[in-house]
């Protein structure tokens, strides 16, 4: 099975329309706060993970929609429903925001490609395991962008069901699935067709 995007309840709204609209504006407020005396990295910081996270729900990688992710724990419930009884789960940044946010910052890795790195749906009872054995924000590698969740036998598999071994999923492996993975193609293709024309104006 494939993803499923949340619908937005905004006539005529594409998600790569919302998306560029977030970045966009999300760019002016860091370049503001760049020109701050005070607070200035905290600031840019806290601008730059909300532009991911805003991104990220729009995508269905987050809030009350969760069945956007490329990748989930085996045998979760798929699609995700949201019911009274079962199982917290939530989706977990493979590579932590934190660390997103530095590749911004510190390496100018363009923020249209970090909204779409990995994002992974997971139980609430395995989130607690990871943050349990000090794996919550630490232990990730950028090249394996799973491996996290091999430190605790975590079991992951893509969208499409085939699982997939944490310890040796590469970042290049993670971004064929995304140019394979329909949904994702066409947001992309529009974010940089929508991208050039702002330029050229």
């Known amino acids: 099975m494939s993803i499923k995007l949340p619908t937005s309840r905004i006539p005529n709204a594409q998600p790569s329309d919302l998306i560029l609209q977030y970045i966009t504006i999300g760019k002016k407020i860091i370049e503001l706060w760049s020109q701050a005396k005070f607070n200035k990295d905290r600031k840019v910081n806290d601008t730059v993970a909300t532009i991911i996270r805003d991104c990220n729900g729009i995508l269905g990688c987050g809030g ?5 992710c490329l990748y989930r724990e085996k045998d979760l419930p798929n699609p995700w429903i949201p ?5 917290a789960v939530i989706c ?31 139980s609430q009872k395995s989130n607690d395991l990871l943050t349990e054995k000090g794996f919550a924000k630490q232990g ?25 071994d944490p310890k040796t999923w590469t970042i290049e492996q993670h971004l064929d699935l995304v140019k394979n993975t329909p949904e ?12 050039k024309t702002i330029k050229s104006s």
């Open 64 to 68: 009350n929609f969760k069945n956007g």
């Open 92 to 122: 977990d940044h493979a590579i932590p925001v934190s660390e997103l946010v530095r590749m911004y910052t510190k390496e100018n890795t363009d923020i249209e490609d970090l909204i779409f790195y990995p994002v992974v749906r997971i």
């Open 83 to 87: 019911k009274k009884g079962q199982p």
């Open 140 to 164: 990730f590698d950028r090249n394996l962008p799973m491996f996290r969740y091999s430190e605790i036998d975590l079991k992951i598999e893509t969208h499409f069901g085939e699982e997939i």
């Open 184 to 195: 994702l193609k066409k947001i992309i293709d529009s974010l940089r067709e929508q991208s």
